[in-house]
Nanobody
Framework: RVQLLESGGGSVQAGGSLRLSCVVA????????ITWFRQRPGKEREGVAA????????YYGDSVKGRFAASRDDAKNTVYLQMNSLKPQDTAMYYC??????????????????WGQGTEVTVSS
């Protein structure tokens, strides 16, 4: 059973915007951290934005603060990642993840049970 499904990736010029979507299976969505990660070419996977579907603070990675914004639509079991002022260094495969394995870890830490298949974002200069 697919738990998470991303969409919305594509190619854009620097300075442009994209919005990614992550549809989460019912039962996994409720009261859970849904976190966006990305893996840039030649780099380790990094946490981009972590949102708790029960409400509260949203956490952002330092490299995207002020440019990216996570939000949710509970009626659609969907978490979004609005990406503005995109830079070539934002080029990556973007994944959403759910259900931390160890709840004492920071939500941006790469320690999740369920992962989507990823959606590719390419930013050209």
């Amino acid at each position: 059973r697919v738990q998470l499904l991303e969409s919305g990736g594509g190619s854009v010029q620097a300075g442009g915007s994209l919005r990614l979507s992550c549809v989460v299976a019912a039962g996994t969505y409720e009261s859970n951290y849904i976190t966006w990660f990305r893996q840039r070419p030649g780099k380790e996977r990094e946490g981009v934005a972590a949102l708790y579907t029960g409400g509260g603070d949203i956490y952002y990675g330092d490299s995207v603060k002020g440019r990216f914004a996570a939000s949710r639509d509970d009626a659609k079991n969907t978490v979004y990642l609005q990406m503005n002022s995109l830079k070539p260094q934002d080029t990556a495969m973007y994944y959403c993840a759910a259900s931390r394995n160890y709840k004492d870890y920071h939500p941006l830490r790469d320690d999740y049970t369920y992962w989507g298949q990823g959606t590719e974002v390419t930013v050209s200069s």
